[in-house]
């Protein structure tokens, strides 16, 4: 006789028992419903690499963007990966932001292929960083994105522009790069109001989740999105879901982060994390074979 057992919406569990020469035996099907998982509400994972010449103001924006709060000094030489969770027109993002180092020995690399999102930052009040934005764009334009098939976005910011006074770079020079590589264009000045820092990440982020809507019927669902931390919890809390471990548990690697205290970031566990709750199953069979006997 087989019988049911019903551990969540999405997961059931049958099980049936026989004799064999006197011994009791049983076997356990655990049966999965992968539209119910579909239909769960998934975060967007979205990287964020800011770029530009030492100086331009990479840390204070990055900084602004997570906490509101605008500071004027940073160790030059420490580059950090930032996380923050936030809610855009009902969809669920998490972000990671790579505050970066430009210097001797450092590749592009570490954020070419890895970054959805490029903000190429430049002071208007200094040629030489306006300059190195246009040769960062031309290394981001001749990559061959072609590898990874996720939209990306380009950004061309002037920081600075409280400082007018001392402008080197006109506002319709950097329009005029912008356009050449493809990029979107913004001037902003980090140390006043926090509303135009979120605004820029806002409008970027909404983009690069339409963009990923437009083309999700062309291609296999983005590998960097996962389920909510409590329902990979449970399906992984089961020896027997192995295999979902490709589908659910799947992100790419980052670069070294840094959390705010403030910010409780959940990451679904390994498999190999949760190996000792691999008999869930089996305790629920033998409650349920005790209640029967």
Known sequence: LLQQINIHP????????????GIVCCVLLVVYDLSMLRNRKVINEIHIA?????????????????????????DPNMEDTYCKQ???????????????VEGSGKSSSRYVSWADV??????????DSFEYAEKLLKEIHSHDHSVCVRPHIVCLIGNKIDLDRYRQVSKNQGAIMATMY????????VTEEYSMVKNLF?????????????????????????????????????????NLKSVIG???????????????IKMAPSIHQKKSSGLKILKLFQERYRETS
């Open 10 to 21: 999405f997961e059931k569990l049958f099980y049936f028992t026989y004799s064999f020469n």
């Open 50 to 74: 800011i770029i530009g010449a030492n100086g331009s103001g990479k840390s204070a924006l990055t900084v602004k963007f997570m906490t509101k709060r605008y500071i004027g000094e940073y």
């Open 86 to 100: 936030i809610t855009i027109n009902g969809n669920e993002c998490m972000l990671w932001i790579m505050d970066t």
């Open 118 to 127: 490029f903000l190429v930052l430049y002071s208007v009040t200094n040629r």
């Open 182 to 189: 493809s990029a979107k264009f913004y001037e902003i000045n």
């Open 202 to 242: 806002r409008d970027l982020i909404e983009e690069v989740i339409i963009s990923r809507d437009r083309i999700s019927s062309q291609r296999s669902p983005n590998s960097r999105v996962w389920m909510n931390q409590r329902v990979t919890d449970e399906i992984l809390s089961n020896e027997g879901a192995q």
């Open 250 to 264: 799947r992100r790419p690697k980052s670069p070294s982060v840094k959390v705010y205290d403030t910010m409780k």
